[in-house]
């Protein structure tokens, strides 16, 4: 970020530090698919308080201009497999946001606003840790400005590399030296790049979404967001 950037950011008070909102939760393949809907259609639904005159502002920070599901297969057609069958929720969302008092630090209350250049820093700020977090994995990232609060919505599908297994036994007519040279393709192979949450080698760890979020606060710090309270596990 530019020094001008910042030098133009309103002070924060330390008495009314922004808190981080970073919510994350494992998906399914329905929950991408509900996400996607929720940012083709852009009408009221009870849960959300969007305004259709402000949803021209939204926009797509990452992926194909026409949405989640065409990132998705976009995603895919670059040669990565698609998860295995068993894989119940393979997909990371993520709502990322900060707390009023950032975005209208004049005005906390005044939902709907937002000062341009705090929103700037913010988006910039969060998805340079976005990306570096996840690379290649980051399918889709979409601003949302037409509800309360700006927020970004995010899908990682995580990878691995899923290698061919180690053969356990001679084929039929194999002989040593065949079974052997076979052994040694599969032990060689880099293996295909797989969706996979439950084999991704840090997030199928226990407590890789609370370091995650933990990360972010640190690449926020420097616009004066705090970690934030941590969403409960039965939270709408």
Request: hydrophobic share 35%; with cysteine.
């Amino acid at each position: 970020m530019s020094k001008e950037t910042l030098q133009s950011l309103p002070a924060v008070l330390p008495c009314h530090m922004a808190k981080l909102v970073y919510n994350i939760e494992p998906a399914s393949p329905s929950m991408i698919s509900a996400l996607d809907r929720h940012c083709l259609t852009r009408v009221p639904d009870g849960s959300s308080n969007i305004v259709p005159a402000r949803s021209h502002l939204n926009r797509i920070l990452e992926g194909d201009k026409n949405g989640l599901m065409q990132s998705l297969r976009n995603f895919y057609d670059r040669g990565v497999q698609k998860p295995t069958a068993q894989s119940e929720k393979p997909y990371l969302r993520i709502v990322l946001s900060a707390s009023p008092e950032y975005f209208r630090p004049g005005d906390p209350d005044a939902v709907g606003t937002w000062d341009e250049g705090r929103l700037a820093a913010w988006i910039e700020a969060s998805m340079n840790q976005l990306r570096e977090e996840h690379g290649a994995d980051l399918v889709f990232a979409e601003l949302h400005l037409d509800e309360d609060t700006p927020h970004i919505h995010a899908v990682v599908a995580p990878t691995y590399a899923r290698k061919a297994r180690k053969p356990g036994k001679a084929k039929r007519g194999e002989t040593p030296d065949q079974f052997e040279a076979r052994k040694a393709v599969a032990l060689a192979s880099e293996g295909v790049r797989t969706v996979g949450r439950a084999s991704h080698p840090t997030l199928s760890k226990q407590g890789s979404f609370q370091r995650l979020r933990e990360r972010m606060t640190i690449a926020l710090d420097h616009l004066g967001i705090e970690y934030g309270e941590d969403r409960a596990i039965n939270a709408p």
